[in-house]
Protein backbone atom coordinates (compact mmCIF):
# COMPACT_ATOMS: atom_id res chain seq x y z
CA UNK A 1 0.00 0.00 0.00
CA UNK A 2 0.82 3.57 -0.92
CA UNK A 3 2.65 5.78 2.08
CA UNK A 4 1.70 9.70 2.13
CA UNK A 5 4.24 12.03 1.81
CA UNK A 6 5.09 13.05 5.21
CA UNK A 7 4.21 16.74 4.66
CA UNK A 8 0.83 15.57 3.47
CA UNK A 9 -2.05 15.70 5.38
CA UNK A 10 -4.65 13.20 3.14
CA UNK A 11 -8.71 13.61 2.99
CA UNK A 12 -10.24 10.93 2.07
CA UNK A 13 -13.38 11.54 -0.86
CA UNK A 14 -15.14 9.17 -3.72
CA UNK A 15 -14.05 10.22 -7.55
CA UNK A 16 -17.31 11.22 -9.40
CA UNK A 17 -16.10 12.72 -12.49
CA UNK A 18 -12.81 11.71 -14.29
CA UNK A 19 -11.79 13.85 -17.99
CA UNK A 20 -8.60 13.42 -20.26
CA UNK A 21 -6.70 11.86 -16.53
CA UNK A 22 -8.00 14.21 -14.60
CA UNK A 23 -10.67 13.69 -11.30
CA UNK A 24 -13.13 15.52 -9.50
CA UNK A 25 -13.44 13.97 -5.77
CA UNK A 26 -16.28 14.86 -3.25
CA UNK A 27 -15.04 15.29 0.06
CA UNK A 28 -18.15 16.01 2.40
CA UNK A 29 -19.79 19.29 0.48
CA UNK A 30 -16.68 20.29 -1.42
CA UNK A 31 -15.52 19.14 -4.97
CA UNK A 32 -11.93 18.70 -5.54
CA UNK A 33 -10.27 18.63 -8.71
CA UNK A 34 -6.90 16.36 -8.38
CA UNK A 35 -4.30 14.90 -10.75
CA UNK A 36 -2.56 11.70 -9.71
CA UNK A 37 1.02 11.46 -7.95
CA UNK A 38 3.53 10.06 -10.06
CA UNK A 39 4.17 7.43 -8.05
CA UNK A 40 0.84 6.08 -8.14
CA UNK A 41 0.55 6.00 -11.38
CA UNK A 42 3.23 4.06 -11.68
CA UNK A 43 1.51 1.60 -9.53
CA UNK A 44 -0.36 0.33 -11.73
CA UNK A 45 -1.45 -3.25 -10.31
CA UNK A 46 -4.16 -3.78 -7.47
CA UNK A 47 -5.17 -6.30 -5.34
CA UNK A 48 -8.76 -5.79 -5.80
CA UNK A 49 -10.92 -9.03 -4.05
CA UNK A 50 -10.34 -11.03 -1.11
CA UNK A 51 -8.42 -14.78 -1.50
CA UNK A 52 -11.66 -16.39 -0.62
CA UNK A 53 -13.87 -14.20 -3.00
CA UNK A 54 -15.89 -15.60 -5.69
CA UNK A 55 -13.83 -13.24 -8.22
CA UNK A 56 -10.61 -15.09 -7.27
CA UNK A 57 -11.74 -18.45 -7.54
CA UNK A 58 -13.24 -17.67 -11.20
CA UNK A 59 -10.56 -15.32 -12.80
CA UNK A 60 -7.89 -16.98 -15.33
CA UNK A 61 -5.13 -14.24 -14.23
CA UNK A 62 -4.86 -13.05 -10.94
CA UNK A 63 -3.36 -9.88 -11.00
CA UNK A 64 -3.39 -7.83 -14.63
CA UNK A 65 -1.69 -4.88 -14.63
CA UNK A 66 -4.64 -1.49 -15.30
CA UNK A 67 -4.55 1.45 -17.94
CA UNK A 68 -4.92 3.76 -15.12
CA UNK A 69 -4.68 2.95 -11.25
CA UNK A 70 -7.98 5.61 -10.36
CA UNK A 71 -11.51 4.90 -11.76
CA UNK A 72 -14.79 6.47 -11.24
CA UNK A 73 -16.30 5.64 -7.65
CA UNK A 74 -12.87 4.94 -6.41
CA UNK A 75 -12.63 5.98 -2.80
CA UNK A 76 -9.37 7.71 -2.40
CA UNK A 77 -6.97 9.47 -0.30
CA UNK A 78 -5.71 13.06 -1.29
CA UNK A 79 -4.12 15.87 -0.71
CA UNK A 80 -6.13 19.46 -0.91
CA UNK A 81 -3.57 21.78 -2.36
CA UNK A 82 -5.54 24.69 -1.97
CA UNK A 83 -8.02 26.63 -4.30
CA UNK A 84 -10.29 23.14 -4.77
CA UNK A 85 -7.11 21.82 -6.12
CA UNK A 86 -5.45 18.68 -5.03
CA UNK A 87 -3.50 15.38 -5.49
CA UNK A 88 -4.54 11.91 -5.48
CA UNK A 89 -2.38 9.62 -3.27
CA UNK A 90 -3.89 6.23 -2.75
CA UNK A 91 -6.65 4.26 -3.98
CA UNK A 92 -8.60 2.43 -0.69
CA UNK A 93 -9.63 -1.20 -1.53
CA UNK A 94 -12.55 -1.44 -3.98
CA UNK A 95 -15.49 -3.70 -2.83
CA UNK A 96 -16.36 -4.46 -6.31
CA UNK A 97 -15.75 -3.19 -9.55
CA UNK A 98 -17.15 -3.21 -13.57
CA UNK A 99 -14.40 -3.02 -16.20
CA UNK A 100 -13.55 -4.44 -19.47
CA UNK A 101 -10.26 -5.50 -21.41
CA UNK A 102 -8.64 -1.99 -22.59
CA UNK A 103 -8.47 -1.38 -25.95
CA UNK A 104 -4.86 -2.46 -27.63
CA UNK A 105 -2.74 -5.21 -27.95
CA UNK A 106 -1.16 -5.51 -23.89
CA UNK A 107 -3.56 -7.22 -22.20
CA UNK A 108 -4.56 -4.55 -19.59
CA UNK A 109 -7.44 -3.86 -17.50
CA UNK A 110 -9.78 -0.64 -17.97
CA UNK A 111 -11.97 -0.07 -14.87
CA UNK A 112 -14.59 1.53 -15.80
CA UNK A 113 -16.31 2.01 -12.60
CA UNK A 114 -15.47 0.57 -9.19
CA UNK A 115 -17.30 0.39 -5.06
CA UNK A 116 -21.26 0.16 -6.69
CA UNK A 117 -24.13 -0.68 -3.86
CA UNK A 118 -26.46 -2.10 -7.24
CA UNK A 119 -26.91 -2.36 -10.93
CA UNK A 120 -30.02 -2.00 -12.68
CA UNK A 121 -30.26 -4.31 -15.63
CA UNK A 122 -32.82 -2.77 -17.91
CA UNK A 123 -34.65 -5.35 -20.38
CA UNK A 124 -37.51 -4.79 -22.32
CA UNK A 125 -40.31 -7.36 -23.18
CA UNK A 126 -41.46 -6.37 -26.20
CA UNK A 127 -40.11 -4.15 -29.13
CA UNK A 128 -37.15 -5.56 -28.04
CA UNK A 129 -38.40 -8.38 -27.03
CA UNK A 130 -36.15 -10.10 -24.04
CA UNK A 131 -35.44 -13.28 -26.17
CA UNK A 132 -33.09 -11.30 -28.23
CA UNK A 133 -31.28 -10.46 -25.14
CA UNK A 134 -31.75 -13.36 -23.01
CA UNK A 135 -27.67 -14.11 -23.79
CA UNK A 136 -26.58 -10.25 -22.69
CA UNK A 137 -28.81 -10.27 -19.47
CA UNK A 138 -27.31 -13.44 -18.37
CA UNK A 139 -23.87 -12.31 -19.13
CA UNK A 140 -24.26 -9.32 -17.21
CA UNK A 141 -25.91 -11.21 -13.94
CA UNK A 142 -22.48 -13.34 -14.48
CA UNK A 143 -20.41 -10.65 -13.96
CA UNK A 144 -22.59 -8.97 -10.72
CA UNK A 145 -22.27 -12.37 -9.26
CA UNK A 146 -18.41 -12.51 -10.13
CA UNK A 147 -17.54 -8.78 -8.45
CA UNK A 148 -20.67 -9.31 -6.25
CA UNK A 149 -22.70 -6.53 -6.98
CA UNK A 150 -26.38 -6.76 -6.26
CA UNK A 151 -28.26 -6.89 -9.17
CA UNK A 152 -31.95 -5.49 -10.13
CA UNK A 153 -33.89 -6.81 -13.10
CA UNK A 154 -36.49 -4.29 -14.43
CA UNK A 155 -38.63 -5.84 -17.20
CA UNK A 156 -39.61 -2.85 -19.39
CA UNK A 157 -42.65 -1.78 -21.44
CA UNK A 158 -45.00 -4.16 -19.89
CA UNK A 159 -47.60 -2.38 -20.98
CA UNK A 160 -46.65 -3.69 -24.31
CA UNK A 161 -46.89 -7.37 -23.65
CA UNK A 162 -49.46 -9.39 -22.10
CA UNK A 163 -49.19 -10.22 -18.12
CA UNK A 164 -48.27 -13.86 -18.86
CA UNK A 165 -45.01 -12.75 -20.67
CA UNK A 166 -43.52 -10.67 -18.56
CA UNK A 167 -44.99 -13.09 -15.59
CA UNK A 168 -43.09 -15.72 -17.19
CA UNK A 169 -39.84 -13.64 -17.57
CA UNK A 170 -40.16 -12.71 -13.93
CA UNK A 171 -40.51 -16.03 -12.45
CA UNK A 172 -37.42 -17.42 -14.81
CA UNK A 173 -34.94 -15.18 -12.58
CA UNK A 174 -36.91 -15.07 -9.25
CA UNK A 175 -36.54 -18.04 -8.93
CA UNK A 176 -32.61 -18.26 -8.96
CA UNK A 177 -33.22 -15.50 -6.62
CA UNK A 178 -32.99 -12.32 -8.37
CA UNK A 179 -35.02 -9.69 -7.55
CA UNK A 180 -37.46 -8.47 -10.60
CA UNK A 181 -39.60 -5.59 -11.10
CA UNK A 182 -42.08 -5.35 -13.84
CA UNK A 183 -42.22 -1.60 -14.76
CA UNK A 184 -43.73 0.57 -17.64
CA UNK A 185 -41.23 3.42 -17.63
CA UNK A 186 -43.49 5.33 -20.26
CA UNK A 187 -46.46 4.84 -17.40
CA UNK A 188 -45.15 5.07 -14.20
CA UNK A 189 -45.38 1.79 -13.68
CA UNK A 190 -43.00 0.29 -11.43
CA UNK A 191 -41.01 3.47 -11.21
CA UNK A 192 -41.50 4.78 -7.78
CA UNK A 193 -39.86 0.90 -6.56
CA UNK A 194 -36.35 1.48 -8.86
CA UNK A 195 -36.66 4.90 -6.87
CA UNK A 196 -36.51 3.49 -3.45
CA UNK A 197 -34.05 0.66 -4.67
CA UNK A 198 -31.31 3.33 -5.81
CA UNK A 199 -32.17 5.53 -2.86
CA UNK A 200 -28.59 6.94 -1.07
CA UNK A 201 -26.87 4.15 -3.28
CA UNK A 202 -24.04 3.91 -5.84
CA UNK A 203 -26.09 2.46 -8.44
CA UNK A 204 -25.31 1.83 -12.66
CA UNK A 205 -27.91 1.34 -15.62
CA UNK A 206 -27.07 -1.37 -17.98
CA UNK A 207 -28.76 -2.93 -20.97
CA UNK A 208 -29.20 -2.47 -24.77
CA UNK A 209 -30.06 0.29 -26.88
CA UNK A 210 -34.32 0.77 -26.83
CA UNK A 211 -35.25 -0.91 -23.75
CA UNK A 212 -36.33 2.02 -22.20
CA UNK A 213 -33.15 3.14 -19.73
CA UNK A 214 -33.12 6.85 -20.99
CA UNK A 215 -37.64 6.74 -20.24
CA UNK A 216 -36.61 4.82 -17.15
CA UNK A 217 -33.69 7.51 -16.26
CA UNK A 218 -36.19 10.85 -16.75
CA UNK A 219 -38.88 8.98 -14.89
CA UNK A 220 -36.65 8.81 -11.88
CA UNK A 221 -35.23 12.23 -11.99
CA UNK A 222 -36.04 14.80 -14.82
CA UNK A 223 -33.48 15.26 -17.13
CA UNK A 224 -31.12 12.77 -15.82
CA UNK A 225 -31.57 10.55 -18.89
CA UNK A 226 -29.85 13.53 -20.44
CA UNK A 227 -27.71 13.67 -18.91
CA UNK A 228 -26.24 10.09 -18.54
CA UNK A 229 -27.21 9.77 -22.42
CA UNK A 230 -24.39 12.92 -23.06
CA UNK A 231 -21.99 10.72 -21.85
CA UNK A 232 -22.99 7.57 -23.60
CA UNK A 233 -22.97 9.36 -26.80
CA UNK A 234 -19.95 10.75 -27.11
CA UNK A 235 -18.46 7.05 -26.98
CA UNK A 236 -16.83 7.02 -30.50
CA UNK A 237 -17.37 10.26 -32.11
CA UNK A 238 -13.79 11.38 -31.64
CA UNK A 239 -15.13 14.12 -29.26
CA UNK A 240 -13.05 15.53 -26.69
CA UNK A 241 -16.00 13.80 -23.96
CA UNK A 242 -15.06 10.55 -24.98
CA UNK A 243 -12.65 9.85 -21.64
CA UNK A 244 -15.40 11.48 -19.73
CA UNK A 245 -17.37 9.64 -17.20
CA UNK A 246 -19.50 10.86 -14.09
CA UNK A 247 -21.49 9.79 -11.09
CA UNK A 248 -24.52 12.31 -11.31
CA UNK A 249 -26.58 13.02 -8.11
CA UNK A 250 -30.10 12.51 -7.18
CA UNK A 251 -32.29 14.84 -5.62
CA UNK A 252 -33.23 12.17 -2.77
CA UNK A 253 -29.85 10.63 -2.06
CA UNK A 254 -27.34 8.54 -3.86
CA UNK A 255 -25.45 8.50 -7.50
CA UNK A 256 -26.06 6.77 -10.49
CA UNK A 257 -22.98 6.14 -12.48
CA UNK A 258 -22.37 6.22 -16.71
CA UNK A 259 -18.89 5.75 -18.41
CA UNK A 260 -18.78 5.02 -22.14
CA UNK A 261 -17.95 1.34 -22.59
CA UNK A 262 -20.79 0.10 -19.89
CA UNK A 263 -22.53 -1.45 -23.48
CA UNK A 264 -18.76 -3.36 -23.83
CA UNK A 265 -18.57 -5.38 -20.88
CA UNK A 266 -17.56 -9.26 -20.74
CA UNK A 267 -16.06 -11.80 -18.49
CA UNK A 268 -12.60 -11.52 -20.36
CA UNK A 269 -11.02 -12.58 -17.26
CA UNK A 270 -12.87 -16.08 -16.60
CA UNK A 271 -11.65 -19.24 -16.65
CA UNK A 272 -14.06 -20.98 -18.73
CA UNK A 273 -13.81 -24.34 -16.37
CA UNK A 274 -14.95 -22.13 -13.73
CA UNK A 275 -17.81 -20.01 -15.23
CA UNK A 276 -20.68 -22.79 -13.68
CA UNK A 277 -19.54 -20.90 -10.61
CA UNK A 278 -21.45 -17.98 -11.79
CA UNK A 279 -24.55 -19.41 -12.61
CA UNK A 280 -26.14 -19.67 -8.91
CA UNK A 281 -29.00 -22.21 -9.84
CA UNK A 282 -25.61 -24.52 -10.72
CA UNK A 283 -23.67 -24.35 -7.57
CA UNK A 284 -25.16 -27.29 -5.34
CA UNK A 285 -24.59 -29.48 -8.61
CA UNK A 286 -21.15 -28.71 -8.42
CA UNK A 287 -18.66 -31.74 -8.20
CA UNK A 288 -21.57 -34.15 -8.45
CA UNK A 289 -20.90 -35.14 -12.24
CA UNK A 290 -18.89 -38.01 -13.30
CA UNK A 291 -15.53 -36.62 -14.46
CA UNK A 292 -14.18 -33.53 -11.99
CA UNK A 293 -13.62 -31.63 -14.88
CA UNK A 294 -16.65 -31.73 -16.70
CA UNK A 295 -18.23 -28.83 -18.77
CA UNK A 296 -21.48 -29.74 -18.75
CA UNK A 297 -21.19 -29.87 -23.04
CA UNK A 298 -21.02 -33.43 -24.41
CA UNK A 299 -19.83 -35.17 -21.17
CA UNK A 300 -21.90 -38.15 -20.34
CA UNK A 301 -23.27 -38.41 -16.87
CA UNK A 302 -23.63 -34.93 -16.03
CA UNK A 303 -25.44 -33.09 -12.94
CA UNK A 304 -25.76 -30.44 -14.80
CA UNK A 305 -27.47 -31.59 -17.90
CA UNK A 306 -29.67 -33.84 -16.02
CA UNK A 307 -30.74 -30.83 -13.66
CA UNK A 308 -31.72 -29.17 -17.23
CA UNK A 309 -33.59 -32.32 -18.39
CA UNK A 310 -35.44 -32.58 -15.59
CA UNK A 311 -36.36 -28.74 -15.15
CA UNK A 312 -34.57 -28.36 -12.32
CA UNK A 313 -31.72 -25.52 -14.68
CA UNK A 314 -33.65 -23.50 -16.69
CA UNK A 315 -33.03 -24.42 -20.71
CA UNK A 316 -32.50 -20.82 -21.67
CA UNK A 317 -30.40 -20.13 -18.92
CA UNK A 318 -28.02 -23.42 -19.74
CA UNK A 319 -28.05 -22.39 -23.43
CA UNK A 320 -26.59 -19.04 -22.26
CA UNK A 321 -24.60 -20.41 -20.15
CA UNK A 322 -23.08 -22.54 -23.37
CA UNK A 323 -22.59 -19.22 -25.43
CA UNK A 324 -20.71 -17.24 -22.35
CA UNK A 325 -18.71 -20.04 -22.07
CA UNK A 326 -17.86 -20.69 -26.10
CA UNK A 327 -17.63 -16.37 -26.21
CA UNK A 328 -16.98 -14.47 -22.53
Not at 40 to 64: G, N
Amino acid sequence: MLKKPDDATLQEGRVVQEHLGRYIVSAGDRLVGCAISSKLRKALEYPTADPSSLRQRVIAVRRIPSVSPVALGDLVAFEDTGADKGMIYQVLNRRNRLSRRAAGRRPLEHTLIANLDLAILVFSIRQPDLHFWLEMLDRFLAICEMEEIPPLICLNKIDLAEEAAWRSAASLYERIGYRTLPISAAHGTGVESVREAIREAVSVFLGPSGTGKTTLLNALQPGLGLQVGEVSRATGRGRHTTSHAELFPLEEGGMVGDTPGLRELNLYNVDADQLHWLFPEMRPLIGSCRFRNCIHAQEPDCAIKAAVESGQIDRLRYQSYLRIRERP
